[in-house]
């Protein structure tokens, strides 16, 4: 099931009705996974190019909801529509928003601590990311692709 939303954040397919419907009525199906497994392709939908698309077609189909402490990430992008979505730059911001993700999914020793480095820079300077526009997301996530800082 995951690997519908991977070939539509590669590829930005329509996805066939009866597809679709199989889909929406047993996402469920998702919560069965391992969280090792969820993550893995997780981290496969945001090297794509129209991750930003198959964040609201999670959304739409409610497969969000199978992605726990992720939801405040995603909804954050989808929010401000930013077109790239940098997957370094995506968990920062997950875990800005929500710490649990952590306990949910297992992160590599170093990723770890360089997103709880990162996450604490980040909350220092901007204390509340809803204060900032579109444009400064996006300067935002620019700066980090250049710098690795804020």
Do not use: H
């Amino acid at each position: 099931m995951l690997r519908i939303f991977y070939f539509k954040s590669k590829l930005n397919f329509s996805v066939e009705e009866k597809t679709e419907k199989f889909l929406k009525d047993n996402i469920a199906l998702i919560n069965k996974l391992r969280s090792f497994f969820i993550f893995r392709e997780f981290n496969k939908i945001l090297k794509q190019p129209y991750v930003n698309l198959t964040f609201n077609y999670l959304l739409y189909t409610k497969a969000i909801y199978c992605l726990k402490s992720l939801i405040s990430g995603i909804l954050f992008f989808i929010e401000y529509k930013l077109e790239i979505i940098d997957p370094d730059f995506f968990f920062i911001i997950a875990v800005y928003l929500n710490n649990k993700v952590f306990y949910d999914f297992s992160f590599p020793y170093n990723q770890r601590i360089k997103i709880i480095k990162l996450v604490a820079l980040l909350k220092q300077k901007y204390p509340f990311l809803s204060n900032l526009n579109k444009f400064e997301i996006s300067n935002l996530q620019k700066k980090f692709l250049k710098t690795g800082l804020f």
